[in-house]
């Protein structure tokens, strides 16, 4: 497969997984991790337009359509940014996206590895987490009808 159908595939998936998990997490805020050009948090905010979006970047790259409030929007590294957010939230968070990563598994497990260790401290129970890479120790949920398996993951956290 090409790299632009891959691409296609992903982004495909990365939709109809948000799509899904914004109906059956709780009732309460989401956060983005890895806003990026802001695509994801600019679809959240229109799919999703009760809930508090908070966003994660190490660095304010997203398109001027997309840049979230700055009491939303925290910069620096994941998982110390998740640790300011506990700070301010508690275990509140009802739905996370994780988009990190460049699609090379060495550079991407650890990073994922330390995310998920850290992301306990701001799930409400029962919150649902989509992500591009799989985080150990969180059940996986069924994926929406006509997404790959492997290609992006919905997985809950304990109540
Ligand atoms: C794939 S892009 C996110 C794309 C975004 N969701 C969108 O739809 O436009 C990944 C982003 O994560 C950020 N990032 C990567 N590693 C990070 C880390 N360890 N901590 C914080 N941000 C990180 C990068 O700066 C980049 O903007």
């Known amino acids: 497969m090409s ?42 905010r229109e799919i999703a337009p009760g809930r508090d979006l908070w966003t994660i970047d190490r660095a304010m790259k997203a398109h001027p359509s997309s840049i979230p409030p700055p009491e939303f929007y925290l910069e ?9 957010l506990a700070e301010r939230i508690g275990r509140g ?14 550079q991407d497990r650890p990073l994922a590895d330390a995310v998920g260790a850290v992301l306990t401290q701001v799930l409400a129970p029962g919150a649902l987490i ?4 799989k985080f150990a120790d969180y059940p996986e949920l ?3 009808e006509g997404v790959p ?10 109540d």
């Open 76 to 84: 620096g590294e994941a998982v110390e940014m998740i640790g300011v």
């Open 130 to 133: 989509v992500t591009n890479a």
């Open 93 to 106: 968070l009802a739905l996370v996206h994780y988009d990190l990563g460049i699609g090379v598994p060495e």
């Open 3 to 44: 790299r632009l159908d891959s691409v296609i595939r992903r982004l495909t998936a990365q939709r109809d997984c948000l799509g899904w998990a914004v109906h059956h997490a709780p009732a309460g805020p989401c956060l983005d991790i890895g806003l990026g050009n802001g695509r994801t948090y600019h679809h959240l």
């Open 142 to 144: 069924p994926l929406p």
């Open 149 to 158: 398996e492997g290609r992006y993951f919905i997985q809950c956290a304990e």
